[in-house]
């Protein structure tokens, strides 16, 4: 396996004083997926749990669902001139039965910028795809559990405390217990780790729990909790308009700006306990 963090030197400025020190960095590589022998994606990520990042992006892409759909997931040896192994291109063999994308294998996947699909086209596009229904799920998580998420999520990041420049992805209850948590130079790649590892644990859909991240709340990210069956997605930044209004289409509650008890609930009122908050009126829009 690769490396997660390296060493270099650095010379560090602090105002007039200048000294020379060794920093320690998070480690960033490419690395292949390929489905059945055949190229898929590329993905610059952190080397670490990277069988749960490829299962995680299939089930984000809507081709599996289920531990089950995937016979066998291998690093791919002589994947260099010499032959030699560098962990960086993985193959994903399918259960027989389970189907290929049914669009060409050289797409770009619609949960990228450059895919061209925008408004309500990508709202479709996640409801077409989209395994499970989360609109349902009777799940609350009330004012308190949310704003002790953070610091939970803050203290299981062990490569987050030597480098500083990793995002993360926690799993948690209503009650505040962290079930999981994946960590990537990426957002999109913690997410995907974190759905992997429930995917692979055949704990899908994830009724009953909700998603935590350390960046802001994409489209992309509000998508892939929809489809791993997610209720609820949390963000200690901000939401983008679109993720905004795809929770809202879907059932989804979807919090942004969680730092402490401050937040802002943008979509699925209804899963938030309000017993321990103080409400004020609202003000009407400007």
């Not at 610091?151 to 993360?168: I, K, M, W, Y």
Request: charged share 20%; with cysteine.
């Amino acid at each position: 396996m690769g490396r997660v963090t390296v060493r270099e030197k650095v010379l560090r400025i602090r105002g007039a004083a200048v000294s020379g020190r060794v920093d320690t960095l998070v480690v960033e590589e490419p690395l292949e997926i390929r489905l059945n022998g055949d190229p898929l994606t590329v993905t610059m990520r952190t080397p670490g749990n990277d069988f749960d990042l490829a299962a995680g992006f299939l089930v984000s892409e809507g081709v599996i669902t289920r531990a089950a759909d995937i016979a066998a997931i291998r690093y791919c040896a002589g994947a260099t001139e010499d032959g030699s192994n560098t962990y960086n291109v993985l193959d994903v063999s399918l259960a027989p039965g389970v189907a290929m994308p049914e669009t060409s294998l050289e797409r770009n996947f619609y949960t990228t910028s450059s895919c061209g699909l925008c408004g309500k086209a990508s709202l479709e596009a996640v409801r077409t795809v989209a395994r499970f229904s989360v609109a349902e799920d009777p799940v609350r998580f009330d004012v308190a559990t949310l704003a002790a998420m953070p610091d939970r999520l803050r203290e299981a990041q062990r490569v987050f405390d030597r480098t500083g420049g990793l995002h993360a992805a926690g799993l948690f209850t209503p009650s505040g217990e962290l079930l999981a948590v994946r960590e990537d130079v990426g957002r999109h790649n913690a997410v995907d780790k974190l759905i992997g590892w429930a995917v692979r644990q055949d704990r899908l859909p994830l009724r009953g729990t909700g998603l935590l991240v350390s960046g802001r709340a994409s489209f992309e990210l509000a998508q892939k909790a929809l489809m791993a069956g997610l209720p609820l997605l949390a963000a200690v930044s901000a939401p983008s308009s679109l993720a905004v209004d795809l929770a809202a289409d879907s059932g989804l509650a979807l919090v942004g700006f969680l730092r402490g008890p401050s937040m802002n609930v943008y979509a699925g009122r209804h899963r938030i306990d309000l017993e321990t908050a103080s409400l004020t009126p609202m003000a009407a829009p400007g």
